[in-house]
């Protein structure tokens, strides 16, 4: 797919990718989220998809991922998850979901939560 080079501070330099494919996606969905529920949403919630998708028989096809809606600095939604081959009915709050395709920038942050908003 592409590389990310980190840098000290923790950002990674944005990808553009071209002409990338509708992406199916199995997801956990959380709304009205601040910068402090992450962590302990992203543990559960990965945890809770690949459960779910493994009892299934969904195979995952790709890394985990998390779509951010909304001002990062204040409130927003969440949906935490994996892509997946083939969409399936809502099970246990793990729903299927898609990334949509086209021209798209990437990027990958590491480092503490807080400092999200200066990466986005």
């Known amino acids: 797919m592409s590389t990310f080079v980190n840098h000290p501070t923790g950002w990674a330099d944005p990808t553009v990718l071209e002409d990338v494919p509708v992406t199916t996606t199995a997801v956990v969905r959380h709304d009205d989220v601040t910068l402090a529920d992450l962590p302990s949403l992203f543990d559960a919630g990965y945890q809770r998809v690949v459960a779910v998708t493994v ?22 939604s969440i949906e935490i998850g994996f892509p997946v081959e083939r969409v399936f009915d809502e099970t246990d709050g793990v729903r299927p979901s898609t990334l949509p395709g086209g021209r798209l920038a990437v ?5 503490p939560y807080d400092s ?3 990466a986005w």
């Open 55 to 76: 009892a299934l028989g969904v195979r995952l096809t790709g890394p985990a991922l998390a779509v951010y809606e909304g001002d990062p600095a204040g409130t927003f």
């Open 107 to 111: 990027s990958t942050h590491v480092g």
């Open 116 to 118: 999200l908003p200066g």
